[in-house]
């Protein structure tokens, strides 16, 4: 396995965190593909070039790009057409990049495969899955708002190989609820990517009302901190020596992505985390 950075987290201009990730030791980067520099329409061929030639200069590889557009996803099915569209952009941009995997939220998917969400998430899914399989890209969905069982039921309700996984353990603690390692077991077929983050519950929510309050950007009398709190590699409940455990069980031989959503020193626990990693994958 790899370590690789989510490079916006180190709140800096793109090449000097670019410069950044590689001083702290990562072997690739995640970048944010959704607005100003990095947006598809920004992107032209020659500054495609550019930036890939940068970090190949650099010593490094684009794990992955997010491309998440907020909001509630695709939950909502009026959005989609263009919603659609833009990820396909994110898609190509991808591949221009040298990577095959773009990650998103793609919002909550019910337990239920008969309510009516259900079947708008797998008409858009289906659509940016076989795009993914035209271009050779993946499609991965975050873990996070819902169970392990619930995705994996939803991702074999689908006939296109381009939608995918990206594995993030600490959404599962802080928000579902749902054991990390056994959710490895669940979606073995399908994890292309993960992100290395940590995460304590305090109590349990309910992930609805959570990714409706990242998607209308907040809600009343509801407090996060409340709920979860994101900490440093190793300080919360994901048990990672069982959890890489899991993954080579599995045959993932992929990047573990740090993400670093919070903190007032966000190079000093990017670099704790590369170390932190480093340690645990010598077992």
């Known amino acids: ?41 920004n992107m032209s061929s020659s500054k495609r070039k550019e930036l890939l030639n940068y970090i190949k200069d650099n010593g490094l590889v684009v794990s992955a790009l997010c491309g998440d557009l907020g909001g509630h996803g695709f939950a909502i099915k009026e959005d989609n057409p263009a919603r659609i569209e833009r990820s396909k952009r994110i898609m190509d941009l991808a591949k ?6 773009v990650t998103t939220h793609i919002g909550v998917i ?28 993946y499609f991965a969905i975050e873990t996070g708002p819902e169970k392990t069982e619930t995705l994996k039921r939803f991702l074999d309700s ?81 048990d990672f020596p069982a959890y890489i455990k899991a993954l080579r069980d599995i045959g993932f031989d992929g990047f573990l992505t740090i993400e670093r959503e919070v903190g007032e020193n966000p190079e000093k626990d990017i670099r704790e985390a ?4 480093k340690a645990v994958l010598k077992y």
């Open 1 to 41: 396995m790899k370590i690789g950075v989510m490079v916006d987290s180190f709140r800096l201009p793109l090449k000097e965190g670019i410069k950044k990730a590689k001083e702290l030791g990562a072997e690739g980067i995640q970048i944010y593909a959704v607005s100003g520099e990095m947006a598809p329409e």
């Open 96 to 101: 221009d990049l040298e990577t095959s995997v």
């Open 110 to 137: 019910p337990s239920d495969p008969n309510h009516d969400r259900f079947k708008v998430l797998q008409e858009a899914c289906e659509q940016l899955g076989e795009y993914g399989d035209k271009v050779g890209a």
């Open 158 to 238: 689908l006939h296109s190989r381009g939608v995918k996984v990206n594995y993030d353990p600490a959404n599962l603690v802080m928000v579902s609820g749902d054991d990390p390692v056994k959710g490895v077991y669940n979606l073995k077929d399908y994890i292309v990517h993960t992100h290395a983050k940590d995460g304590i519950m305090k109590k349990q929510s309910d992930p609805e009302v959570v990714y409706g309050f990242f998607a209308e950007g907040g809600i009343e009398d509801f407090r996060l901190e409340d709920y979860f709190v994101e900490v440093p590699l190793g300080k919360g409940q994901v």
């Open 274 to 277: 590369v170390d932190f990693l």
